[in-house]
């Protein structure tokens, strides 16, 4: 997962209530800032993206209508009161479907109102990535592709060993991942 997370707020009683308002407090501001035109700043929290966007880099993020989304753009999420920042591998009557580079699975679809915005550029460190210029966009769009074939081919080795050796067995459980590491390395080849 990408983004924000509240941290030292308890699980149970009135901690998980105030999490619950802290969280719908920040989704509301996220939404607020990028209404108003800001171009939002957030520091990364997880390794769901590497490694193009890795723990502690910065992500610029601005507003976008989910007509103009194209496949590899990387979206700014709202999934219950949680930010992430995930790849637009596909688009359906389902929704949208988002992955992170660093998943060989999607995310369940999400309804275009649980867009905030779309990532515009990376810094990481002194080197900062604008992803709407140069050769980013293709790349991007390219990613997204190979994001979605490693969701299809995830599925199709899952679905085999399920076939081979039925559902509840360990045996096997390498081939649905085995099915999806080309898919890996070419991802890792393009945003090094």
Do not use: Y
């Amino acid at each position: 997962m990408q983004g924000i997370r509240e941290s030292g707020i308890g699980e149970s009683g009135d901690g998980a209530q105030a999490a619950r308002a802290w969280q719908q407090t920040a989704v509301e501001l996220v939404r607020d800032e990028l209404a108003q035109g800001a171009l939002l700043r957030l520091r990364v929290a997880g390794h769901s993206m590497a490694p193009l966007v890795t723990l502690g880099d910065v992500v610029l993020i601005q507003r976008a209508n989910w007509e103009d989304l194209r496949r590899g753009d990387l979206l700014l999420i709202e999934q219950e009161g949680t930010f992430l920042v995930h790849r637009l591998v596909a688009a359906d009557a389902h929704g949208f479907h988002t992955k992170g580079d660093n998943a060989s699975h999607a995310d369940l679809p999400i309804a275009p109102q649980d867009v905030l915005g779309r990532v515009v550029a990376v810094e990481k460190g002194s080197r900062r990535m604008e992803l709407d210029r140069g050769c980013w966009p293709a790349v991007n769009r390219l990613l997204g592709l190979l994001g979605w074939g490693e969701v299809q081919f995830f599925a199709a080795g899952r679905m085999i060993k399920r076939r081979l050796v039925g559902a509840q067995s360990k045996r096997w459980t390498g081939l649905a991942v085995l099915a999806a590491t080309p898919f890996r390395w070419l991802t890792r080849l393009l945003v090094r």
